[in-house]
């Protein structure tokens, strides 16, 4: 394997490379063997064990990372075959517990728009001004090794002393004396949480999944979601699934797609399925008889539906979602009941009458429905006795919000490498009740943009920047590469306000967003 194989591996997002390949072939490769053939030549003591690959617990993504870092910096030998099945077992045996990915799930599920926050502002400092903070909450080391680790840092890149947040301050003696000690008990290799879930039997993921989602920019859909094991006979393959999906959304558009999918440390789906002719990429948690997570285009990982999924034939009936997840008093509405398993008759909150039921089968129930005034504020819906679901009765809304607040989009395309990357926008709508404010969800709105300060103004942002659809709230950037109409030929970067504008009983409310549009990202690790 090349360098710029190994480069575009690492730059590449991680499911695709993780799951990419040929399943017979992985599975006939002795990874213990391979460990003792490949990585003892520079890791192994004097009695034969890898003592510094035995103290790290890592995702499959942060594995990836480090197996792909000694092919490209240390020229180590792997096919592409070894590397997945590599990666496969270390994250199988050791990997992280769902209590341990929980508060850092969004960086692998690729939302880049979210804003960090950490209690430590030492550690924010310290630690998450060159890459996410995530990266550091998923991964598990001895203390030993975090004290390895602020060497390699140092060694790796001898310039970040001199960087911003290092020149003006002791940084090695910081990282040594403080953060490492700080993160060997916050983040130990041997906690609980791994302990525990050693000890638990992976959940059943072949079947039928009825799966609920929504995606910025088209709006709420519901599927089926079928796993197959790829080869029944090879005890090797239990972990590998081929997933067809049939659904559709809420405008009648209808879905369909094939692919397939790896389970790592018995939860995590990596999945690659392509739906109508585009390609994406699956990264999910399973909790049981449900999983929870995103599904994002594979070349623009900014365009991505949340997930919620719950097994046919469990033996545990949910109720996952309504769609829509909200209901205006006096207006007939056609609402979807997503769930898995669902018998017995929909039972809506009192203020809520059904007009006609129009679909039903065991993963969803179609209605026509109207609430009063009665029904005002959040409730969960029933079917034969099981509760879930949010839907909110409102009458008007109090307010609305832009979400993300915050959003990065980013110039691409014009014959470069890097593609463009949009920025998607929804206005969430809240009103007030008897139990006060509450949030109603997903509204339609009316989109603009605007300069978001006399900079913006007098740089002409608004001209060169991009534009965003009215309908949509979907936000497209300019081409890359200098322009010479700007003030000195500078890129079509800029800093705009994103409005958008909500109908509501004859008046209109306002909300406003930031939206910072850059250059390319050409450093794109699988965790950012």
Known sequence: MNRKSIAKTLGGLAVLTLLAGNASAQNRINVPNLMAERCSICHADELGRLPRIQAQRKTPEGWLMTVVRMQRSHELRLTDDERR??????????????????????????????????????????????????????????????????????????????????????????????????????????????????????????????????????????????????????????????????????????????????????????GKVTINGVAYRQVFAIEGDTLRGRQFVAEHDEIGADIVAARQGSGTSHVLAVQPAWLKTGAKTRLTIVGNDLAGEPELPAGIKVLKVLERTPGRIVVNAIADRQALGTHKVKVGGVEGGDLAVFDKLARVEVVPPYAVARVGGDGGSRPKVEARFEALGWATGPQGEYRVGVVPAKWSVAPFNEDARRDRDLEFAGSIDGKSGVFTTNNAGLNPKRHLSTNNAGNLTVVASVANGGKALNAQGQLIVTVQRWNDPPIP
């Not at 045996?93 to 209690?119: C, D, K, M």
């Not at 080391?141 to 290092?166: D, I, K, M, N, S």
């Not at 700080?182 to 041997?190: E, H, P, T, V, W």
């Open 85 to 270: 099945a590599l990666v496969k077992h270390l994250a199988d045996t050791q990997g992280l517990a769902p209590a341990e990915t929980a508060p850092a799930r969004y960086v692998l599920e690729r939302r880049l728009n979210t804003v960090e926050s950490f209690p430590s502002q030492q550690f924010t400092e310290m630690c998450a001004r060159c890459h996410s903070g995530a990266r550091v909450v998923l991964q598990r080391r001895t203390a030993t090794e975090w004290e390895r680790l602020v060497h390699f840092h140092l060694g790796q890149f001898p310039t970040l002393e001199y960087q911003a947040l290092g020149r003006d301050r002791d940084w090695f003696n910081i990282a040594l004396k403080e953060i490492a000690p700080a993160l060997a008990k916050d983040f130990a290799y041997g906690d609980d949480a791994w302990q525990k879930w050693k000890l638990v039997k992976p959940a059943p993921v072949e079947g039928q999944w009825v799966v609920s989602g929504h995606l910025p920019g088209k709006g709420d859909f519901n599927a089926t979601l079928t796993a197959t094991l790829k080869d029944a006979q090879d005890a090797n393959a239990k972990d590998q699934y081929t997933l067809t999906l049939a659904g559709s959304y809420a405008d009648g558009e209808k879905l369909s797609g094939q692919g397939s999918a790896v389970i790592y440390t018995g939860y995590e789906w990596r």
